[in-house]
């Protein structure tokens, strides 16, 4: 329900709202032992997004590296596991 709700709309921010993904990383750190369910949703989707835009043949301009950015910054606030965001 809500928690899934809440991942969701996490992934699903702003195109033009870069500065907002420091703030959400540490949410999510915070959030993480009590929630686990709500990083690995973030996670899951966010290397789905990832992969698919991978895949595809043309490129939207700015989509990779905003989920790239928001890889990071999950990686770097250790809420996404280090062996995902090299692989």
Same mark, same amino acid.
């Given at each position: =329900?809500?928690?899934?709700?809440?991942s /969701?709309?996490?992934? /699903?921010?702003?195109?033009?709202r870069?500065?907002?993904?420091?703030?959400? =990383?540490?949410? !999510?750190k915070? !959030?993480?032992p009590?929630?686990?369910?709500? #990083? &690995?949703?973030v996670n899951?989707?966010?290397? =789905?997004?990832? %992969?698919?835009?991978?895949?595809?043949?043309?490129? %939207?301009? =700015?989509?990779? #590296?905003? %989920? +790239?950015?928001? %890889?990071? &910054?999950?990686?770097? +606030?250790?809420?996404?596991?280090?062996?995902v965001?090299? #692989?």
């Amino acid at each position: =329900g809500m928690r899934k709700r809440l991942s /969701d709309f996490l992934v /699903d921010l702003p195109f033009r709202r870069l500065d907002l993904l420091p703030f959400i =990383g540490r949410m !999510l750190k915070t !959030l993480k032992p009590f929630f686990p369910d709500i #990083s &690995e949703n973030v996670n899951n989707s966010l290397i =789905g997004q990832l %992969i698919f835009l991978m895949h595809r043949k043309e490129a %939207i301009f =700015g989509t990779r #590296s905003r %989920i +790239c950015r928001f %890889i990071a &910054e999950m990686t770097k +606030c250790r809420v996404m596991p280090q062996g995902v965001t090299y #692989s």
